[in-house]
């Protein structure tokens, strides 16, 4: 009787994966792609934070070429930087905004933020970039997530 318990719970478990692997998004970012990310944007953010740092991904999200990274730094150590060696304020929050564009096989930052107190896509006025880079970003109002405002903003333009 345990054994067959056993059985039928591993062949749950077993269906489950399947199920999760079904319902992975189909644009789903590999480990190379994620590392090429990250290492194209650890040095612009270590350039402004004056410092080694690393970076906790909060999101990170590509379409068509584009990226867009939300987070923190940490030190190498996974602690706090030293905040003194920014331009930010000590008593704010301390986001990292990154959006990076590949080109030529590289991707290259566009735009950096390491001490957003505010998510930055809370004030984009334009949703320029591909839906895509805005999924699971809440834009903070009543409007429903980025991505879907996105994909509404330019449907109602007559583009994909």
Not at 20 to 33: C, I, L, Q, T, V
Not at 41 to 68: E, M, Y
Not at 71 to 78: A, N
Not at 87 to 101: F, S
């Amino acid at each position: 009787m345990k054994r067959r318990v056993f059985e039928w719970r591993a062949a749950l478990l077993g269906l489950l994966a399947l199920v999760a692997m079904w319902a992975a998004p189909a644009s789903a970012m590999d480990a190379a792609e994620r590392r090429a990310v990250l290492d194209a944007a650890r040095p612009v953010a270590a350039g402004k934070a004056g410092q080694p740092v690393r970076i906790k991904v909060g999101v990170l999200n590509v379409d068509a070429g584009w990226a867009v990274l939300t987070g923190e730094l940490v030190s190498p150590s996974g602690g706090s930087p030293d905040w003194a060696k920014t331009e930010c304020h000590p008593d704010l929050d301390k986001m990292l905004w990154v959006v990076l564009k590949k080109s030529a096989g590289q991707w290259k930052v566009k735009e950096m933020d390491i001490c957003a107190s505010e998510p930055p896509y809370w004030y984009l006025t334009r949703l320029e970039w591909p839906c895509g880079v805005y999924a699971g970003l809440d834009a903070g109002g009543d409007d429903g997530p980025l991505e879907k405002q996105c994909r509404d903003q330019k449907k109602r333009a007559g583009r994909r």
